[in-house]
């Protein structure tokens, strides 16, 4: 709504003796660096809603002895409430001798012969009208100038062909992580006159930016356009908001991160490659593809266990290299093998319990494809056996003597059922030496051990021997351990 300006009586005296009454401070408009006298009126000029214009004014000393500046006031020319003086300020961020940490004004303020004092009158139009005030200058003559201006209709910020208010949020569908969504906005001129673009400055809110021809455009011609394209890229998943601020409104912004969904890779399978399958066994694994990858990415390989003795859930020694239950590999574009690092396979140990060894293998949206391998159970596994001569041993044992040997057993039992254990020993003939052999009962000790152990199916036996004459007689030994599948016989353990 235009409002009619009320000239108060007796500007024009007003004005007309300012002029003519000596003057010892002048005031001066800058403009581009320089200064020129301002007359009796100022105008703004046409500014559009949501801009800010700016002026510039300098009162300069003329006189040869110091003045004091001691009123600088703004005036609405008209009793309308609000009155359209609110439309004109002092900005006291230019000229901070004019105001102290309130919008106060700081006076009197002193401007030595020869001197200058700089200020800044802001325009801020709040609707559409003919805007007006009048300052008044004291600073021992007194200086009155009639602010004018248009306050114009400004740029229609248009979303698909709909003016938005300010204040409206601008709403982003769902956006995956990694790519972005874009919403064109339109600064449309639905006026007569050219318009000036508003200043945009960098939006809050990291996921969200702006682009397009506005940002490079001062001015629209009359029924013109210029586009503003905001942009959502989000970095996370979950809600996100920003502000995109144009001149003096707002617009809120919001948007959703999305978690992508998975690549859609060819279908993997898994290569198990294992001598033997058995316990206490090294054996590897690879990934193919049923055809080339169309992108890169990345899958997973999950190893579990399934055990077949009775009691016993788990076995900690099936692992892969790094003594985890999953790898990780990598498929590059255009190939047809999945990449474990710098090998194109990850190798994984069998452990020492009985049971089923199942990999899954993960890559994209494909489904979970399996692949397995049983581990029977077996005999009692002898890895090492050592023999020794007088070893050291406890006093307080009654079996202790100095003249003794020693057996070493480390071996595992995947069933974990070892019973009976037999001892014999030799001479250089390889004669048994009574009373070999030498049969121990030891189903209650293994059982006890293996309840406690977190070793799975290994175990070490450490057997003592006291030797009635010269222990250099024997000169070797054998084992026989029995479990549940039958008995294993170790090979000849020389001392």
């Keep these: 709504m235009i409002r009619q300006m009320a000239w108060p009586a007796g500007l024009f005296v007003l004005l007309a003796a300012a002029a003519c009454a000596s003057a010892?401070?002048?005031?001066?408009?800058?403009?581009?660096?320089?200064?020129?006298?301002?007359?009796?009126?100022?105008?703004f000029g046409s500014v559009p809603l949501g801009s800010v214009a700016d002026a510039e004014f300098q009162l300069t000393n003329t006189g040869a002895s110091p003045v004091y500046l001691t009123d600088l006031g703004l005036l609405g020319t008209t009793s309308t409430s609000p009155p359209y003086a609110e439309n004109f300020s002092v900005v006291c961020a230019l000229s901070p001798e004019l105001c102290g940490s309130s919008s106060l004004q700081q006076l009197?303020?002193?401007?030595?012969?020869?001197?200058?004092?700089?200020?800044?009158?802001?325009?801020?139009?709040?609707?559409?009208?003919?805007?007006?005030?009048?300052?008044?200058?004291?600073?021992?003559?007194?200086?009155?100038v009639f602010l004018t201006a248009t306050a114009a209709q400004g740029l229609a910020v248009l979303q698909s062909g709909a003016?938005?208010?300010?204040?409206?949020?601008?709403?982003?569908?769902?956006t995956q992580v990694g790519s972005s969504q874009t919403i064109a906005l339109m600064l449309a001129n639905q006026t007569n006159a050219l318009l000036g673009v508003p200043?945009?400055?960098?939006?809050?809110?990291?996921?969200?930016?702006?682009?397009?021809?506005?940002?490079?455009?001062?001015?629209?011609?009359?029924g013109a356009?210029?586009?503003?394209?905001?942009?959502?890229?989000?970095?996370?998943?979950?809600?996100?908001?920003?502000?995109?601020?144009?001149?003096?409104?707002t617009y809120p912004l919001q948007g959703m991160g999305l978690v992508p969904p998975p690549a859609n890779f060819p279908v993997p399978s898994i290569q198990l490659n294992l001598a033997t399958p058995g316990s206490a066994q090294q054996g590897s694994l690879s990934v193919s593809l049923a055809s080339a990858a169309a992108s890169s990415g990345t899958g997973t390989v999950t190893l579990a266990f399934q055990s077949a003795v009775s009691?016993?859930?788990?076995?900690?020694?099936?692992?892969?290299?790094?003594?985890?239950?999953?790898?990780?590999?990598?498929?590059?574009?255009?190939?047809?093998?999945?990449?474990?690092?710098?090998?194109?396979?990850?190798?994984?140990?069998?452990?020492?319990?009985?049971?089923?060894?199942?990999?899954?293998?993960?890559?994209?949206?494909?489904?979970?494809q399996t692949a397995s391998?049983?581990?029977?159970?077996?005999?009692?596994?002898?890895?090492a056996a050592v023999a020794q001569r007088n070893v050291e041993c406890d006093p307080a044992l009654v079996y202790c003597t100095t003249a003794n040997v020693q057996l070493q057993i480390n071996g595992w039992d995947n069933t974990r059922s070892a019973s009976q254990i037999v001892f014999s020993f030799f001479n250089s003939s390889g004669a048994a030496i009574q009373p070999s052999p030498i049969t121990v009962d030891a189903a209650t000790t293994f059982e006890q051990y293996f309840t406690g152990s977190d070793l799975a199916g290994v175990f070490g036996?450490?057997?003592?021997?006291?030797?009635?004459?010269?222990?250099?007689?024997?000169?070797?030994?054998?084992?026989?351990?029995?479990?549940?599948v039958g008995t294993v016989q170790s090979a000849s353990i020389t001392f």
């Design 373 to 383: 391998v049983t581990i029977p159970a077996a005999v009692i596994g002898i890895d």
């Design 24 to 43: 010892q401070v002048t005031l001066s408009t800058v403009l581009a660096g320089g200064a020129t006298p301002t007359g009796q009126y100022y105008t």
């Design 163 to 174: 003016a938005l208010a300010p204040g409206q949020t601008i709403s982003f569908n769902g």
């Design 461 to 484: 036996v450490a057997a003592l021997f006291p030797v009635n004459g010269d222990a250099d007689l024997v000169v070797a030994a054998q084992v026989q351990i029995v479990n549940s």
């Design 108 to 144: 009197p303020i002193l401007i030595n012969p020869t001197g200058t004092l700089d200020f800044t009158v802001q325009f801020q139009p709040f609707q559409v009208g003919l805007p007006s005030a009048v300052m008044t200058i004291a600073a021992g003559n007194t200086i009155t």
């Design 225 to 249: 356009s210029t586009e503003l394209d905001v942009i959502f890229t989000p970095t996370a998943a979950g809600p996100e908001q920003g502000t995109l601020t144009i001149g003096l409104n």
């Design 199 to 222: 200043s945009i400055p960098p939006l809050t809110g990291g996921s969200f930016s702006v682009a397009g021809s506005a940002l490079s455009a001062t001015s629209v011609p009359a």
């Design 311 to 368: 009691g016993v859930s788990a076995d900690p020694t099936v692992t892969f290299a790094d003594g985890t239950q999953s790898a990780t590999f990598t498929v590059a574009q255009g190939a047809s093998a999945g990449q474990f690092g710098a090998t194109p396979s990850v190798s994984f140990g069998t452990g020492t319990t009985a049971g089923t060894l199942v990999f899954s293998v993960i890559l994209g949206s494909n489904a979970a």
